[in-house]
């Protein structure tokens, strides 16, 4: 525990035989609860898991069992969604919990019986954290590229009460851009600038990294089972976070690589799709926070500047066409005015939005 408050750390891991032994040895004594997700691996993961489940690393003097709401005239509600908690694991990919004594075991061992990503193994784990209503639930890769000994600057803003979500931050590490694989902190560095006006989250610089630590009222706050389950991930959990009006923080942190392990995740496929995730994100996130939620000026300008942009494009095809075949009779005057009224006015209004988006959620980055 930390300061009174329970610490769990779920960890995700996919074909992890060789690193997840010392993820497990290397953890800290004040997590209460490791929750390690086997994410149906095709090796010796699960085996491997199980070994320790025989050890002192299983022992743990902090005991955690469901809340279970007692009924009363007052509180239907939380009835209710005690209710609506309990039936929502079928919307989970189909998973088992190994332990015949999980209420009392420090190693959780949950397997699912397909593969559901890193995002649906991680969902799940906070699935089970916000079952057992930990305090604070940290993230940490199965493949031992993450170091246990900063685990505990991650969880204090949250055991502390200060923020809802604390995420590592690499990128502003002396060595990142020398030690970080060229490929990764360029794709990273582009991920994180399109993520800033995706999620809202303006100040955040590396949005990639899985190192994070969450509140339980911020887990009650989003439906988990919706957590997108690819690489994609870290994005998706940013938007939902904003839309839930959570406050965030990031903490410096070392980039380890190159450990014994090579990254399962594929650059040049995983950012197109991501961008594609965070162009539906943005949408979703102007329309459900700024019109449903609160209405807010920036969802016109948004919309608008959107809208303006789209119609000047027939008439910069028509320039372009104009100089590349040069019809007879024709001048592109006209069409040249419309274009320059229409790209300005398109340009000013998204500037003025994104310049509203960034006062409006300056208030959730402590």
């Given at each position: ?194 993520t800033k006006v995706a999620s809202g989250y303006w100040r955040i610089s590396d949005t990639q990294t899985g190192y994070t630590a969450i509140s339980l009222v911020a887990l009650n706050a989003i439906k988990l089972y919706k957590i997108y389950k690819r690489y994609g991930m870290p994005n998706d959990m940013l938007v939902k976070l904003n839309m839930a009006y959570c406050t965030i923080r990031e903490v410096p942190i070392k980039p380890v690589y190159r450990i014994g392990e090579q ?104």
């Amino acid at each position: 525990m930390l300061e009174g408050k329970t610490v769990a750390v779920v960890v995700p891991a996919y074909n992890e035989e060789t690193q997840i032994g010392m993820v497990i040895e290397t953890m800290p004594d004040f997590v209460d609860r490791i929750i390690i997700v086997n994410d149906n691996s095709k090796d010796q993961t699960e085996n491997k898991v199980l070994t320790y489940l025989k050890t002192h690393h299983n022992e743990t003097s902090t005991r955690v069992e469901k809340k279970k709401v007692v009924p009363g005239f007052y509180n239907q509600a939380e009835v209710m969604l005690e209710e609506i908690n309990e039936r929502e694991i079928k919307y989970f990919t189909p998973s088992t919990i190994i332990n015949t004594e999980p209420d009392n075991d420090r190693i959780i061992l949950i397997t699912n019986q397909t593969n559901a990503g890193v995002g649906g193994s991680i969902a799940r784990g906070y699935k089970w954290c916000k079952d057992f209503n930990i305090d604070c639930t940290a993230v940490m890769a199965g493949d031992g590229q993450m170091d246990p000994s900063e685990l505990r600057k991650i969880c204090m803003p949250v055991i502390k009460e200060e923020v809802d979500y604390v995420k590592g931050n690499r990128l502003i590490h002396g060595s990142a851009n020398l030690y970080i694989p060229k490929t990764r902190f360029f794709g990273n560095s582009i991920l994180s600038l399109v993520t800033k006006v995706a999620s809202g989250y303006w100040r955040i610089s590396d949005t990639q990294t899985g190192y994070t630590a969450i509140s339980l009222v911020a887990l009650n706050a989003i439906k988990l089972y919706k957590i997108y389950k690819r690489y994609g991930m870290p994005n998706d959990m940013l938007v939902k976070l904003n839309m839930a009006y959570c406050t965030i923080r990031e903490v410096p942190i070392k980039p380890v690589y190159r450990i014994g392990e090579q990254s399962k995740m594929k650059v040049g496929k995983v950012i197109p799709k991501i961008a594609f995730l965070l162009l539906r994100l943005f949408f979703k996130r102007i329309w459900v926070k700024y019109l449903i939620k609160d209405f807010h000026p920036l969802f016109i300008l948004y919309n608008m500047g959107m809208v303006l942009f789209l119609a000047c494009i027939p008439f910069a095809w028509r320039i372009i066409s104009y100089f590349a075949y040069e019809p007879p009779g024709e001048r592109p005057i006209l069409n040249s005015l419309m274009f320059v009224f229409l790209f300005v006015s398109s340009f000013q209004s998204l500037l003025f939005a994104m310049w509203m988006d960034i006062q409006d959620n300056e208030r959730l980055y402590k």
